[in-house]
């Protein structure tokens, strides 16, 4: 009767005078039901015995076998296992990042039965002392291998979580930069003069994230209710498990489900916001016909020229962009969001309604708990908003342009230097003044993003030549 091999305890051959193989069998090939057979070599048998035991190690730990697993080998497993098909992609990035560069380096070795609270407490008090970490970050990293020791704890390895008795140092809650009312309506002035102003305008009125703004796509907005839905993110991203000697492109674009369940939600748009939205959809048409063949309508509402989604560090220089033109120091493209929060409890929103419109599951400054808050309730509270960003305050603000006036033999031209494309010719200057203010009015009526005044000491006069203001 042929001997029973117990699980991996394996066999080693030899094949030629400086070839040995190693053959070790027992986990479980879910595909066929069948136990996976792992074929090695070695050039010696003192190499091929030490590679068996390599072998037998690693096959007992992936199947949780072993009690001299360490905590390096734990955190590899229990991330690959029970992590990666359940986390999102940032958060899966972040666990591995605290494993490689935090626990790994120091504690790694250490077998899990073996670790105690007081090597954490160490570990922690050094981290902060030495390295410098923020109260925030340890407890992070904390929160992280407590939940990755918890299963293990689960599964038998160990029989109590050294991580549940760690004192970890009070977190400040972090400084909240919100525009005032006079630098929001700045903010909201500048937007009407850049291509993607129109988005910081929907930002202050939604609250969006970042990437919440750049995965919209168009079937996301009812325009019959007056309703955007957040259903994807768009952001850029770690590639994941890269080698230490790769030298490609280590991020990429990533568009995944909302932050969580709570942030996959419907927000209700002030009547300003849809008509941006309409104006904008006529820009891509505008884009679309001027590429030609080379447009990719990609469903998307924040695009480029060429209809293809805008990476958040792009829209960031935007947005800077945008800043500059309002003379406003930098503040995050968060605090749009923090400052659209702010302006809702100043009007009068309950916290209710503005956590679930924030999409947050919980906190401090909006509810204790969670509720449902019926759209239609939504809908009344969000109509508080809506003096905030009547486009009247904001089009058109330039009273009057310079108009270069030129004496010719046929009469007088009129040239405006903020608009190059009008050239106007009369027999007098009283003429002229009413004929190029008529034209001005029209280009501001159809000009989405109206040119800045030039100031009278920047244009230079020839002889012959002098300037007018047109009021408007």
């Known amino acids: 009767m042929a001997k029973h091999r117990k699980d991996y305890e394996g066999t080693i051959r030899k094949k030629s005078p400086n070839c040995w193989e190693v053959r070790i069998s027992g986990a479980i090939d879910f595909a066929t039901g069948k136990p996976v057979r792992i074929i090695r070599y070695a050039p010696t048998e003192k190499e091929a015995i030490q590679l068996l035991h390599q072998l037998q190690h690693a096959m007992e730990n992936n199947n949780y076998h072993a009690s001299q697993i360490t905590l390096g080998e734990w955190l590899d497993l229990w991330l690959e296992t029970y992590m990666k098909t359940t986390l999102k992609r940032s958060t899966y990035n972040s666990y591995a990042s605290y494993a490689k560069n935090h626990f790994k380096p120091a504690l790694g070795s250490i077998r899990l039965e073996d670790l105690t609270t007081r090597t954490l407490q160490q570990f922690y008090n050094y981290k902060i002392e030495t390295e410098h970490l923020a109260p925030k970050t340890i407890r992070n990293l904390n929160l992280y291998l407590h939940k990755a020791l918890s299963q293990a704890q689960r599964e038998g390895l160990i029989s109590f979580n050294p991580a ?45 994230r970042l ?38 492109p280590r991020t990429e674009i990533v568009i995944q489900a909302p932050k969580s369940e709570n942030s996959a939600r419907a927000v209700p748009l002030l009547p300003q916001a849809i008509q941006d939205l309409m104006r904008w959809r006529k820009v891509q048409e505008a884009d679309k016909q001027n590429a030609g063949d080379l447009y990719h309508d990609s469903g998307f509402i924040v695009t480029n020229p060429l209809g293809g989604f805008i990476e958040p560090r792009t829209f960031k220089d935007y947005y800077n962009q945008i800043l500059k033109l309002a003379c406003l120091p930098h503040v995050t493209f968060h605090a749009l969001r923090h400052t659209f929060a702010t302006r809702a409890v100043e009007q009068g929103m309950d916290e209710k309604t503005l956590s679930t419109i924030l999409g947050h599951a919980s906190t401090s400054f909006t509810m204790d708990t969670y509720t449902h ?47 190059p494309e009008i050239h106007l010719t009369a027999s007098t200057v009283e003429d002229g003044i009413h004929q190029v203010t008529a034209r001005l009015h029209e280009e501001l009526a159809t000009n989405f993003f109206p040119p800045n005044a030039s100031q009278l000491t920047e244009i230079e006069l020839a002889p012959g030549q002098f300037v007018v203001q047109c009021v408007l």
């Open 164 to 208: 549940g008795g760690v004192n970890i140092p009070h977190t400040a809650r972090p400084k909240i930069v919100v525009l005032t009312r006079d630098q929001q309506y700045l903010l909201i002035r500048a937007s009407y003069q850049h291509r993607y102003g129109v988005f910081i305008r929907l930002d202050l009125m939604t609250g969006l």
């Open 373 to 419: 808050v019926l759209d239609d309730h939504k809908q009344e509270e969000m109509k508080l908003m809506e003096g905030l960003f009547d486009p009247t305050q904001f089009t058109n603000q330039v009273s009057s342009y310079p108009v270069l006036v030129t004496a010719t033999p046929a009469g007088y031209l009129f040239s405006p230097p903020d608009f």
């Open 211 to 248: 990437g919440e703004l750049l995965g919209l796509r168009w079937v996301d907005i009812d325009f019959r209710a007056s309703i955007l839905h957040v259903n994807q993110t768009l952001n850029r991203l770690q590639i994941p498990n890269l080698p230490d000697n790769y030298d490609g």
